[in-house]
């Protein structure tokens, strides 16, 4: 049987393409927070935050407890990177040196209640009005400024202070202490980790970590609610898998990371150059697990992010993993999908297996799907725009982005519900003239030939060339409708000529889910669930070129060896291969 492991594991793009092509397998491990953060700090725009958050970073630098080289490197650059911070907050403060307040005159005098309160949240952290940090003396004033200019007049008369430019530095102060704190927490709870020896013990101190998160975390709710999966195989935070107790467990390794910049060291240490990113914590288990075949997936920005930086020392790092890989540029719409979604995927081999055919791009296909293919016939008004929602939609300014368009054969998917924020997700839908009019609940309101020269064309720059409707995209409701009438069920739109929001079915369908997938949470988790997926019809296609060049993957046993392995890698991996093919054919 086909052992899987996936990381980033969102709502089982991988679990459904094998369910699709009819492959048994099984689940080793999946690992995503489902965007839990049990790290970030909520600092305050403030003095006092910012020299508690210093101080309290600086005491657990001291309190981990270093046992591994790579670690030390690790942890100086991160001592370094906080001394900067500090730095920076020396900076500020002769920056603000010498500036006078009358707080509490600000505080009687002040009529803006909102500003007030920002005011009383800094006043706060001080025992005394004379207590105050010019720093912070300093945002009161940049508050007063926005919010009252004549009474910024009065009490900056001393001072020639730029408020604007030390707010925006403090904030900048305040996004690099959070990332920092990620970085040294992470680091410390590895230093506990390797004090336990048992795999199931450090599972229990990580998840406890992650005590009282469960019901924030509805990605694994989805993924537990769909797939063949326990507690017991599910990790919270890929950081803290020990990819050690899965070497030599899995055939198929998937998962992909956001776009990250490596520039906090750059000292060319290989993968310890990315380390602190989620794509180094890909790039650790596959070093770790060893797995036959990966697939890595991102998006194509990263090929050119940071001038090409971050692609160059990513290709670096694949190459030092003792892998055969390749790298591929992915558009769903060349694999069956009425969607523009361009990806990377990146798909790799173990350099000591035998090949029975060199791994190619998966060949496209034509596309005879259209947007209509994938619309319910039936939909909930909720999902119908009232007069507002279509005036966001069809607003001049609007039209002319890129993201608002609406294609009769393409559609993008948005990953998050915005309410009137959408991006390309509307669809016009032309009803049945003779049905009955069943909207009681929500806002009439029928396009104008004005709307329709705009929303009815099908993809077109400016959306003024086919101001008839596009049947393509316009799909009439079935007769099913006056069923579901009679039946009781009257919050469905039948007025004649409307716009809605694709519903999260339809959002699965565009992205390769079957209707058997199970919806088992709110519409805007699964929108933004949806929208962070691979699209399985993608991987479907991959998975097929890759069972052409290593079948037996299939049954995860029988795998061919190389009769000699690669002397272009290291001895140390090497070796490493030669144990792993041993330990295979035990």
Request: contains cysteine.
């Amino acid at each position: 049987m086909l052992k899987i492991a996936t990381v980033f594991s969102g709502i089982g793009a991988i679990e459904h393409a094998l369910k699709r092509i009819g492959i048994e397998h099984e689940i080793v491990f999946a690992s995503d927070n489902g965007e839990v953060n049990i790290f970030k700090k909520n600092i305050g725009t403030n003095f006092i935050d910012i020299k508690n958050e210093l101080d309290r970073l600086k005491k657990i630098i001291k309190e981990i407890d270093i046992k591994v080289e790579s670690d030390y490197e690790y942890l100086t650059d991160l001592d370094q990177h906080l001394n900067r911070i500090n730095y920076k907050v020396v900076e500020l403060q002769n920056q603000c040196n010498n500036t006078t307040l009358d707080v509490n005159y600000i505080l009687n005098e002040i009529e803006d209640e909102k500003v007030k309160k920002e005011i009383e949240k800094i006043y706060k952290k001080y025992d005394s009005f004379t207590n105050i940090e010019d720093v912070d003396k300093v945002l009161i004033l940049g508050l007063i400024e926005k919010s009252n200019k004549k009474m910024f007049k009065q009490v900056s008369v001393n001072t020639d202070i730029n408020t604007k430019l030390v707010l925006k530095e403090v904030k900048e102060v305040i996004v690099q202490l959070n990332m920092l704190d990620e970085k040294i927490e992470t680091l410390h709870i590895h230093s506990e980790l390797r004090k336990i020896e048992d795999y199931t013990e450090k599972k229990k101190y990580v998840d406890n970590l992650y005590k009282g998160k469960e019901k924030s975390n509805f990605v694994k709710q989805s993924y537990f609610a769909n797939y063949d999966i326990t507690d017991e195989r599910f990790h919270w935070n890929v950081s803290f898998i020990d990819g050690a107790q899965y070497t030599n467990k899995v055939d198929l390794f998937v998962g992909g990371s956001p776009c990250q910049s490596f520039s906090m060291v750059g000292k060319q240490r290989g993968l310890g150059d990315t380390r602190g990113t989620l794509f180094y914590e890909y790039a650790r288990l596959v070093k770790e697990i060893q797995p036959k075949v990966f697939i890595y997936e991102n998006v194509k920005a990263v090929l050119s992010n940071d001038g090409g930086k971050t692609w160059n020392t990513m290709s670096q790092i694949f190459d030092d993993l003792g892998y055969q890989w390749k790298l591929m540029v992915l558009n769903s719409k060349d694999y069956g999908v009425a969607q523009n979604r361009e990806r990377i995927f990146v798909v790799g081999f173990r350099n000591d297996l035998e090949l029975v055919k060199p791994f190619e791009e998966p060949e496209k296909v034509q596309l005879n799907k259209k947007m209509k293919d994938y619309l319910l016939d039936n939909v909930s008004g909720k999902y119908y725009l009232n007069s507002k929602g279509v005036a966001f939609v069809t607003d001049n300014k609007n039209l002319q982005k890129k993201w608002t368009q609406i294609d009769g054969d393409i559609q993008l998917c948005q990953k998050k519900n915005q309410q009137f924020n959408w991006h390309g997700d509307f669809v016009f839908v032309e009803e049945n003239k003779n049905m009955d009019k069943t909207m009681h609940d929500l806002e009439k309101y029928f396009l104008s030939e004005k709307v329709e020269k705009y929303v009815l064309s099908s993809g077109t720059k400016n959306f003024y060339s086919k101001p008839k409707i596009d049947l393509e995209v316009a799909r009439p409701l079935l007769t099913t409708m006056h069923k579901m009438h009679r039946a009781g069920v009257d919050n469905y739109v039948t007025t004649e000529g409307r716009i809605r929001k694709l519903t999260p079915r339809e959002c699965l369908r565009l992205m390769g889910f079957c209707d058997s997938f199970k919806i088992v949470v709110s519409d805007t988790q699964i929108y933004q669930q949806a929208g962070n997926s691979i699209v399985v019809d993608v991987l479907i296609a991959i998975v097929n070129k890759i069972i052409e060049s290593l079948p037996n993957i299939i049954e995860g046993k029988g795998y061919n060896y190389k009769s000699t392995i690669n002397n272009n890698v290291n001895k140390t991996n090497r070796n490493k291969q030669l144990k792993l093919v041993a330990f295979d054919r035990e």
